[in-house]
T-cell receptor, first 113, second 113 residues
Framework: NAGVTQTPKFRVLKTGQSMTLLCAQD?????MYWYRQDPGMGLRLIHY???????AKGEVPDGYNVSRLKKQNFLLGLESAAPSQTSVYFC????????????FGEGSRLTVL | AQSVAQPEDQVNVAEGNPLTVKCTYS??????LFWYVQYPNRGLQFLLK??????LVKGSYGFEAEFNKSQTSFHLKKPSALVSDSALYFC???????????FGKGTKLSVIP
């Protein structure tokens, strides 16, 4: 029972480099989310998707792009990484909104030097 | 806009004693409220939720939470704390018609043997 899987788990980038985080869920959920977690800040929503082919901005979308080409996958891209994007990134999915709970991945720790 | 406040960054409790982790919220319309727990280097796990009905909600691992509409609170409680309950706890809220779950900053619970 995989649930929500994030890759990679760890990554170190230099300022200006680009990368993509992949989130895959095997629960046939419609709703998927990308959050970042920073000390003392809790979780902040970056982007989310309410279904295949749709994406929307969350609370802190600047510097990030997303795509949901397949229902089971939600990609988070950083086009030009900045040190302020050093964080732990969590993907989550949900069967229904607003009453359904989120299922989280194990997180991806990104460091931008 | 919706928001969550967790007024205590850290709560310390002796093993066997009752514990309370506080949460207040602000949302338009009826709230849907959640508690999640995060163990070190792991993703968040769902504990319990309030959608409607009985104000006292029971969840996983013996936790419960009380919804108080007049005080806009949703405090997490457990009658007898275990050392294994030590973790980071997040309260979250979402309003009807919204797709975005808003998290509090988290409260670190330490249960002392």
């Amino acid at each position: 029972n995989a649930g929500v899987t994030q890759t990679p788990k760890f990554r170190v980038l230099k300022t200006g480099q680009s990368m993509t985080l992949l989130c895959a869920q095997d629960m046939n959920h419609e709703y998927m989310y990308w959050y970042r977690q920073d000390p003392g800040m809790g979780l902040r929503l970056i982007h989310y998707s309410v279904g295949e082919g749709t994406t929307a901005k969350g609370e802190v979308p600047d510097g990030y792009n997303v795509s949901r080409l397949k229902k089971q996958n939600f990609l988070l891209g950083l086009e030009s990484a900045a040190p302020s994007q050093t964080s732990v990134y969590f993907c989550a999915s949900s069967l229904r909104v607003p009453t359904g709970e989120l299922f989280f991945g194990e997180g991806s720790r990104l460091t931008v030097l | 806009a919706q928001s969550v406040a967790q007024p205590e960054d850290q709560v310390n409790v002796a093993e066997g004693n009752p514990l309370t982790v506080k949460c207040t919220y602000s949302v338009s319309g009826n709230p849907y409220l959640f508690w999640y727990v995060q163990y070190p280097n792991r993703g968040l796990q769902f504990l319990l939720k309030y959608i409607t009905g009985d104000n006292l909600v029971k969840g996983s691992y013996g936790f419960e939470a009380e919804f108080n509409k007049s005080q806009t609170s949703f405090h997490l409680k457990k009658p007898s704390a275990l050392v294994s309950d030590s973790a980071l706890y997040f309260c979250a809220v979402i309003g009807a018609g919204s797709y975005q779950l808003t998290f509090g900053k988290g409260t670190k619970l330490s249960v002392i043997p």
